[in-house]
């Protein structure tokens, strides 16, 4: 039984709830107090996750506590279709490139909002703005992956890990102070990955809007 070590309010956590939920995996989740509670820093914890974060997935004896290598381990070991991951060299560079501004979005946008729902401590300004330059660049792109018929952060007909990335803090950026209304291919793509199959939502975020 795969368990999740989980925080309703991490953006990770809800990255990696979103894996489970489009690959349809039976787990158990163990809510973890992180706020106001700091149960990730007791020490109990800390022997699952060295660095007191939280999501923490237990797969038989492997537990991964960093949210990126959850996605990954997940893509790799449970989706045999292999569109989460596709094994192609040129997509998975593409990919990895991708998470990686995933990652910076949650180290910007992602810092934005936890400084002001939980007193985290960051210079806010400084974040909102290198948040607002990431979604400027992703914004861009994405337009321009519609102009050549594609949806999609990389070609393909499908969503990728890519995507599911940065989804959680361009989703919840705006709880940080970082306004979405300048990024339209943004808003447009984030209607569609919120139709894929098995789509979960989180205190924030919401299901697509009915077609039609």
Do not use: C, K
Not at 52 to 79: F, K
Not at 103 to 110: A, F, P, Y
Not at 162 to 190: C, H, K, N, Q, T
Request: aromatic share 10%; charged share 25%.
């Amino acid at each position: 039984m795969l368990i999740l070590h989980d925080y309703e309010l991490s953006s990770e956590a809800y990255a990696a709830r979103l894996m489970l939920g489009f690959l349809g995996l039976a787990h158990e989740s163990r809510p973890v107090d992180v706020y106001p509670g700091a149960a990730n820093e007791a020490p109990a914890f800390r022997r699952l996750s060295p660095l007191g974060r939280v999501p923490v997935l237990e797969d038989g004896g492997l537990a991964l506590w960093d949210w990126q290598a959850i996605l990954i381990h997940l893509a790799a070991t449970y989706d045999e279709s292999r569109r989460w991951l596709p094994q192609n060299p040129a997509r998975a560079g593409a990919i990895a490139q991708w998470m990686a501004v995933g990652r910076e979005l949650e180290d910007s946008s992602g810092l934005a909002r936890r400084h002001l729902a939980m007193f985290v401590d960051a210079d806010l300004p400084l974040a909102q703005e290198r948040a607002h330059r990431l979604m400027r660049q992703m914004d861009e792109h994405l337009w321009f992956q519609e102009q050549a018929g594609q949806d999609w952060l990389i070609d393909g007909p499908h969503p990728t890990l890519a995507d599911l990335a940065p989804f959680p803090a361009v989703m919840l950026s705006e709880e940080g102070g970082v306004d979405r209304r300048d990024y339209p291919a943004i808003r447009r793509w984030s209607e569609r990955f919120r139709r894929t199959p098995g789509f979960v939502t989180m205190s924030g975020v919401f299901p697509a809007a009915p077609v039609g």
